[in-house]
Protein backbone atom coordinates (compact mmCIF):
# COMPACT_ATOMS: atom_id res chain seq x y z
CA UNK A 1 0.00 0.00 0.00
CA UNK A 2 1.28 3.41 -0.75
CA UNK A 3 2.14 6.32 1.87
CA UNK A 4 -0.52 8.32 -0.48
CA UNK A 5 -3.24 6.00 0.34
CA UNK A 6 -2.26 4.78 3.80
CA UNK A 7 -3.04 8.35 4.56
CA UNK A 8 -6.27 8.66 3.14
CA UNK A 9 -7.44 5.29 5.05
CA UNK A 10 -6.33 6.77 8.11
CA UNK A 11 -8.04 10.24 7.59
CA UNK A 12 -11.24 8.39 6.44
CA UNK A 13 -10.80 6.24 9.82
CA UNK A 14 -10.42 9.62 11.70
CA UNK A 15 -13.49 11.50 9.60
CA UNK A 16 -15.61 7.79 10.72
CA UNK A 17 -14.68 8.12 14.18
CA UNK A 18 -15.60 12.27 14.43
CA UNK A 19 -18.80 10.91 12.84
CA UNK A 20 -19.46 8.44 15.39
CA UNK A 21 -18.71 10.98 18.54
CA UNK A 22 -21.32 13.83 16.84
CA UNK A 23 -23.65 10.87 16.47
CA UNK A 24 -22.90 10.05 20.41
CA UNK A 25 -23.64 14.07 21.26
CA UNK A 26 -26.92 13.77 19.12
CA UNK A 27 -27.75 10.59 21.10
CA UNK A 28 -26.86 11.81 24.71
CA UNK A 29 -28.96 15.27 23.39
CA UNK A 30 -31.94 13.30 22.34
CA UNK A 31 -32.10 10.94 25.64
CA UNK A 32 -31.38 14.05 27.79
CA UNK A 33 -34.54 15.73 26.28
CA UNK A 34 -36.61 12.87 26.47
CA UNK A 35 -35.52 12.15 30.37
CA UNK A 36 -36.22 16.32 30.91
CA UNK A 37 -39.85 15.63 29.18
CA UNK A 38 -40.54 12.63 31.79
CA UNK A 39 -39.25 15.12 34.54
CA UNK A 40 -41.27 17.83 33.63
CA UNK A 41 -44.39 16.02 33.71
CA UNK A 42 -43.25 14.19 36.95
CA UNK A 43 -42.69 17.78 38.53
CA UNK A 44 -46.34 18.55 37.50
CA UNK A 45 -47.61 15.59 39.60
CA UNK A 46 -45.74 16.40 42.68
CA UNK A 47 -46.96 20.04 42.89
CA UNK A 48 -49.99 19.09 42.71
CA UNK A 49 -49.39 17.29 45.44
CA UNK A 50 -47.17 19.87 47.16
CA UNK A 51 -48.87 19.76 50.56
CA UNK A 52 -48.70 15.90 51.14
CA UNK A 53 -45.26 15.90 50.43
CA UNK A 54 -44.84 18.61 52.81
CA UNK A 55 -46.26 16.51 55.73
CA UNK A 56 -44.42 13.61 54.42
CA UNK A 57 -40.89 15.26 54.43
CA UNK A 58 -41.76 17.02 57.81
CA UNK A 59 -43.01 13.54 59.69
CA UNK A 60 -39.28 12.47 60.93
CA UNK A 61 -38.79 15.81 62.64
CA UNK A 62 -42.27 15.61 64.00
CA UNK A 63 -42.09 12.04 65.46
CA UNK A 64 -38.49 12.99 66.90
CA UNK A 65 -40.08 15.66 68.83
CA UNK A 66 -43.30 14.17 70.06
CA UNK A 67 -40.16 11.30 70.71
CA UNK A 68 -38.26 13.52 72.71
CA UNK A 69 -40.94 14.73 75.02
CA UNK A 70 -40.58 18.47 73.92
CA UNK A 71 -42.90 20.35 75.23
CA UNK A 72 -42.71 23.73 73.37
CA UNK A 73 -44.82 23.45 70.01
CA UNK A 74 -42.79 22.14 66.73
CA UNK A 75 -42.80 24.98 64.62
CA UNK A 76 -40.31 25.60 61.22
CA UNK A 77 -39.28 29.19 60.76
CA UNK A 78 -39.02 31.35 57.16
CA UNK A 79 -38.95 33.95 55.06
CA UNK A 80 -42.65 35.17 53.76
CA UNK A 81 -42.73 33.38 50.33
CA UNK A 82 -40.17 30.00 52.06
CA UNK A 83 -43.66 28.76 51.81
CA UNK A 84 -43.59 28.53 48.21
CA UNK A 85 -40.33 28.27 47.49
CA UNK A 86 -40.09 24.93 49.77
CA UNK A 87 -42.61 23.87 47.76
CA UNK A 88 -41.39 24.17 44.45
CA UNK A 89 -38.23 22.70 45.67
CA UNK A 90 -39.83 20.03 47.13
CA UNK A 91 -41.71 19.10 43.93
CA UNK A 92 -38.68 19.28 41.84
CA UNK A 93 -37.18 16.72 44.29
CA UNK A 94 -39.81 14.38 44.62
CA UNK A 95 -40.14 14.39 40.65
CA UNK A 96 -36.45 13.27 40.61
CA UNK A 97 -37.99 9.86 42.29
CA UNK A 98 -41.15 9.66 40.30
CA UNK A 99 -39.37 10.25 37.32
CA UNK A 100 -36.34 7.82 38.32
CA UNK A 101 -37.64 4.76 35.98
CA UNK A 102 -37.82 6.47 33.00
CA UNK A 103 -34.28 8.58 33.42
CA UNK A 104 -32.64 5.17 34.33
CA UNK A 105 -34.14 3.69 30.75
CA UNK A 106 -32.65 6.88 28.93
CA UNK A 107 -29.32 6.59 30.45
CA UNK A 108 -29.38 2.83 29.64
CA UNK A 109 -30.27 3.34 25.79
CA UNK A 110 -27.23 5.83 25.42
CA UNK A 111 -25.29 3.12 27.25
CA UNK A 112 -26.64 0.29 25.47
CA UNK A 113 -25.29 0.63 21.69
CA UNK A 114 -21.99 0.20 22.92
CA UNK A 115 -22.38 -2.69 24.76
CA UNK A 116 -22.49 -6.24 23.52
CA UNK A 117 -25.55 -8.08 22.56
CA UNK A 118 -25.82 -10.22 26.14
CA UNK A 119 -25.14 -7.29 27.48
CA UNK A 120 -27.85 -5.16 25.89
CA UNK A 121 -30.41 -8.12 27.40
CA UNK A 122 -29.98 -6.27 30.87
CA UNK A 123 -32.15 -3.30 30.11
CA UNK A 124 -35.28 -4.11 31.98
CA UNK A 125 -33.09 -6.07 34.95
CA UNK A 126 -30.69 -2.42 34.98
CA UNK A 127 -33.78 -0.01 34.83
CA UNK A 128 -35.85 -2.40 37.97
CA UNK A 129 -32.76 -2.81 39.93
CA UNK A 130 -31.59 0.67 39.60
CA UNK A 131 -34.81 2.34 40.72
CA UNK A 132 -35.53 -0.25 43.50
CA UNK A 133 -32.06 0.72 45.16
CA UNK A 134 -32.38 4.76 44.44
CA UNK A 135 -35.98 4.31 46.26
CA UNK A 136 -34.89 1.91 48.94
CA UNK A 137 -31.60 4.13 49.80
CA UNK A 138 -34.12 7.05 50.08
CA UNK A 139 -37.04 5.17 52.18
CA UNK A 140 -33.74 4.06 54.43
CA UNK A 141 -32.48 7.91 55.18
CA UNK A 142 -36.16 8.62 55.99
CA UNK A 143 -37.12 6.40 58.06
CA UNK A 144 -33.57 5.29 59.66
CA UNK A 145 -30.96 7.82 59.17
CA UNK A 146 -32.74 10.99 59.62
CA UNK A 147 -35.20 10.12 62.69
CA UNK A 148 -32.24 9.04 64.58
CA UNK A 149 -30.53 12.40 63.97
CA UNK A 150 -33.25 14.33 64.53
CA UNK A 151 -33.77 11.89 68.39
CA UNK A 152 -29.77 12.73 68.88
CA UNK A 153 -30.20 16.69 68.40
CA UNK A 154 -33.44 17.61 69.50
CA UNK A 155 -32.35 16.92 73.10
CA UNK A 156 -29.37 19.04 72.98
CA UNK A 157 -31.55 22.12 73.42
CA UNK A 158 -32.18 22.07 76.98
CA UNK A 159 -31.21 25.30 79.85
CA UNK A 160 -27.90 26.25 80.45
CA UNK A 161 -26.27 25.31 83.73
CA UNK A 162 -26.64 28.05 86.09
CA UNK A 163 -28.19 30.83 84.40
CA UNK A 164 -32.16 31.14 83.41
CA UNK A 165 -31.74 30.87 79.62
CA UNK A 166 -31.79 27.92 77.51
CA UNK A 167 -31.53 26.70 74.25
CA UNK A 168 -34.25 26.18 72.11
CA UNK A 169 -34.59 24.97 68.93
CA UNK A 170 -35.09 27.09 65.82
CA UNK A 171 -35.96 24.88 62.65
CA UNK A 172 -35.22 26.76 59.68
CA UNK A 173 -37.57 25.96 56.85
CA UNK A 174 -34.72 26.54 54.57
CA UNK A 175 -32.51 24.58 56.27
CA UNK A 176 -34.23 21.26 57.58
CA UNK A 177 -35.61 20.90 53.89
CA UNK A 178 -32.21 20.70 52.22
CA UNK A 179 -30.51 18.80 55.17
CA UNK A 180 -33.43 16.56 54.63
CA UNK A 181 -33.49 16.40 50.48
CA UNK A 182 -29.55 16.18 50.53
CA UNK A 183 -29.86 13.31 53.08
CA UNK A 184 -32.13 11.27 51.07
CA UNK A 185 -30.39 11.88 47.75
CA UNK A 186 -27.11 10.44 48.88
CA UNK A 187 -28.13 7.31 50.55
CA UNK A 188 -30.27 7.14 47.63
CA UNK A 189 -27.22 7.14 45.59
CA UNK A 190 -25.05 4.97 47.58
CA UNK A 191 -27.42 2.35 47.46
CA UNK A 192 -26.89 2.09 43.45
CA UNK A 193 -23.33 1.29 44.44
CA UNK A 194 -24.15 -2.64 43.73
CA UNK A 195 -25.42 -1.82 40.52
CA UNK A 196 -22.60 0.20 39.35
CA UNK A 197 -20.27 -2.75 40.40
CA UNK A 198 -21.85 -4.86 38.87
CA UNK A 199 -22.01 -3.08 35.61
CA UNK A 200 -17.83 -2.66 36.04
CA UNK A 201 -17.69 -6.60 36.53
CA UNK A 202 -19.34 -7.02 33.27
CA UNK A 203 -17.77 -5.03 31.13
CA UNK A 204 -14.34 -6.06 32.73
CA UNK A 205 -13.19 -3.20 34.89
CA UNK A 206 -12.72 -4.84 37.81
CA UNK A 207 -13.40 -8.22 38.81
CA UNK A 208 -14.21 -9.67 42.61
CA UNK A 209 -10.88 -10.49 43.02
CA UNK A 210 -9.69 -6.42 43.36
CA UNK A 211 -13.29 -5.61 44.82
CA UNK A 212 -12.37 -8.04 47.86
CA UNK A 213 -8.92 -6.46 48.48
CA UNK A 214 -10.04 -3.14 48.32
CA UNK A 215 -12.50 -4.40 51.18
CA UNK A 216 -10.77 -3.28 53.98
CA UNK A 217 -10.81 0.27 52.91
CA UNK A 218 -14.63 0.53 51.83
CA UNK A 219 -15.08 -0.20 55.92
CA UNK A 220 -13.48 2.63 56.48
CA UNK A 221 -14.95 4.45 53.89
CA UNK A 222 -18.74 3.33 55.11
CA UNK A 223 -17.72 3.91 58.63
CA UNK A 224 -16.93 7.15 57.84
CA UNK A 225 -19.83 8.40 56.20
CA UNK A 226 -22.15 6.32 58.45
CA UNK A 227 -20.36 8.90 60.87
CA UNK A 228 -20.88 11.97 59.03
CA UNK A 229 -24.38 11.32 58.74
CA UNK A 230 -25.55 10.02 62.20
CA UNK A 231 -25.24 11.00 65.26
CA UNK A 232 -21.90 10.80 66.95
CA UNK A 233 -23.04 7.41 69.44
CA UNK A 234 -21.73 3.31 68.39
CA UNK A 235 -25.54 2.37 67.52
CA UNK A 236 -26.26 5.13 64.88
CA UNK A 237 -23.13 4.86 62.69
CA UNK A 238 -22.93 1.12 62.94
CA UNK A 239 -26.90 1.29 61.04
CA UNK A 240 -25.97 3.76 58.72
CA UNK A 241 -22.45 1.93 57.81
CA UNK A 242 -23.43 -1.69 58.21
CA UNK A 243 -26.29 -1.69 55.07
CA UNK A 244 -23.21 -0.13 52.99
CA UNK A 245 -21.40 -2.84 53.84
CA UNK A 246 -23.43 -5.16 53.10
CA UNK A 247 -24.31 -4.02 50.23
CA UNK A 248 -20.67 -3.68 48.98
CA UNK A 249 -19.96 -7.46 49.38
CA UNK A 250 -23.12 -8.41 47.98
CA UNK A 251 -21.38 -6.38 45.09
CA UNK A 252 -18.54 -8.66 45.14
CA UNK A 253 -20.60 -11.68 44.98
CA UNK A 254 -22.82 -10.27 42.05
CA UNK A 255 -19.95 -9.64 39.81
CA UNK A 256 -18.02 -13.02 40.54
CA UNK A 257 -21.34 -14.63 39.56
CA UNK A 258 -22.23 -12.44 36.16
CA UNK A 259 -19.14 -10.21 35.60
CA UNK A 260 -16.34 -10.92 32.90
CA UNK A 261 -14.01 -13.60 33.50
CA UNK A 262 -10.33 -12.87 33.42
CA UNK A 263 -7.99 -15.60 32.90
CA UNK A 264 -5.70 -16.59 35.10
CA UNK A 265 -2.58 -14.57 35.24
CA UNK A 266 -4.72 -11.61 33.69
CA UNK A 267 -6.17 -8.05 34.11
CA UNK A 268 -9.58 -6.70 34.03
CA UNK A 269 -9.92 -4.16 31.75
CA UNK A 270 -11.25 -3.64 27.76
CA UNK A 271 -8.92 -6.91 26.40
CA UNK A 272 -11.09 -8.76 28.75
CA UNK A 273 -14.40 -7.86 26.39
CA UNK A 274 -12.29 -8.24 23.31
CA UNK A 275 -12.54 -11.91 23.86
CA UNK A 276 -16.32 -12.41 24.40
CA UNK A 277 -16.89 -10.01 20.75
CA UNK A 278 -17.10 -13.42 18.59
CA UNK A 279 -19.27 -14.98 20.36
CA UNK A 280 -21.76 -12.48 19.79
CA UNK A 281 -21.10 -11.93 16.42
Known sequence: ??????????????????????????????????????????????????????????????????????????????????????????????????????????????????????????????VFFA????????????????????????????????TGMRIAPMQMVGQYFDFVFQTILIFGLCFELPLVLLFLGVVGMVDHVQLWRFGRYFILLAFTVGAIFSPPDVVSQTLVSVPLVLLYFLSIVLVYLFGTKVPAGGKPGPGARRKMKAADA
Open 1 to 126: MSSATSKRVEVEALDEKRMSFLDHLMELRVRILRALKIYVAAFGICWWKAEWLLGFVTKPLWRAWQATGSKDPAELHGALAEPFTVQMRMALFAALFLASPAIFWQLWAFIAPGLYKHERRMTLAF
Open 131 to 162: TVLFVTGGYFAYRIALPMAFQYFLPLHTHIPG
